[in-house]
């Protein structure tokens, strides 16, 4: 096991676990002492019905839900909702590769699914809080991939979803992109097929991996309109040290590459023997679908051609000059635009 204050309750808390025990994967292997990390916010009723589930996104943790997307009068709303966070297997906080112990930790941790998530987490809803039904799944990215993989996987219990800026199916475009991040993460000598002694030994590749970011994570408007000025830089290349370095820096590389493995193979089709617009039609959520027009990684085109095969969706485009990486709350008027459509969708009945 290898220490890292990055993911502990100082930084990403606070957070409760919850022990899956032996945890069997869709790949083979077994999680043992599996444990999902998770926050909740607000109340539970007595009917059970308002419950919310956001899972977390590549890199993300419940923490910044916590921070830029749960208030009083907000769509996520801790007054009228019971807001479970859960942060998927592998992100650090969960049961991860570096705080794994014996021969399963680190670099041998073993390959997780989209699908591994999701049944954990269904677990977690329903044996730990005793709920039967979903209010709404929502998620941004990875976090879009599990609202997916809910709909279809449980749709009894998913009342209404809404994916944000992610796919059902990953594309073979973003499959590849995503090698290119893995790819410089890996190639670091210091990264050592992921048994090195620290995650600062591998600050070259997180800091090639974050230039990766700062090329496809956000838009070529961003730049040119120098958005960066607004959040308190005074260059690109300031912006791109001092906010994309810095955040990735601390994280462990092991965690970032068992999340772009699972990330390059959200598929939910692989339910119906890769007919997509089968699985799709599974879903009986009232769903709104809702890509960002200037994601580089989930195109508005990608996000509406799924959005065509699930029926009672709504395609709601998010407008920003920020890109992909505005989930982390870049822009408040794009914060705005996502609780208008929450409150909008958990107002319709079901």
Known sequence: ?????????????????YDLGNFALEEGGTLRGCRLAYATHGKLNRK?????????????????????YIGKGRGLDPTKYFI???NQIGNGVSTSPHNTAGAGGRGAFPRVRIGDDVRAQHELVTKHFGL??????????????????WAVRYPDMVKRAAP?????????????????????ISSDPAYKDGWYASHEDVHVGLRRHAKLWAVMGLSTEFYKQEVWRGLGFS?????????????FLPMDPNALMTMMWKWQRGDVSRHTGGDLKKALARITAKTFVMPIDEDMFFPPRDCAAEQK????????????????????????????QVDDNLKELLSLPV
Request: hydrophobic share 40%; charged share 15%; with cysteine.
């Open 1 to 17: 096991m290898l220490s890292n204050e990055y993911y502990g309750q100082a930084s990403q808390g606070p957070y409760e676990y």
């Open 48 to 68: 059970k019905d308002n419950a919310i589930l956001v899972p977390s996104w590549y890199s993300g943790t419940s923490k910044i839900f916590d921070l830029a």
């Open 84 to 86: 479970i966070c859960v």
């Open 132 to 149: 039967t039904e979903l209010a709404l799944v929502t998620g941004g990215s990875m976090g879009a991939q599990q609202t997916y993989e």
């Open 164 to 184: 944000i800026c992610g796919t059902a199916k990953n594309t073979d475009h973003d499959f590849l992109f995503t090698q290119t991040l893995m790819d410089a």
């Open 235 to 247: 260059s690109a290349d300031d912006f791109v040290v001092n906010c994309l370095e810095a955040y």
């Open 309 to 336: 095969m699930i029926k009672n969706s709504e395609l709601r485009v998010l407008k920003t000059n920020c890109g992909h990486l505005v989930v982390n709350g870049l822009d408040p008027a794009w914060l705005q």
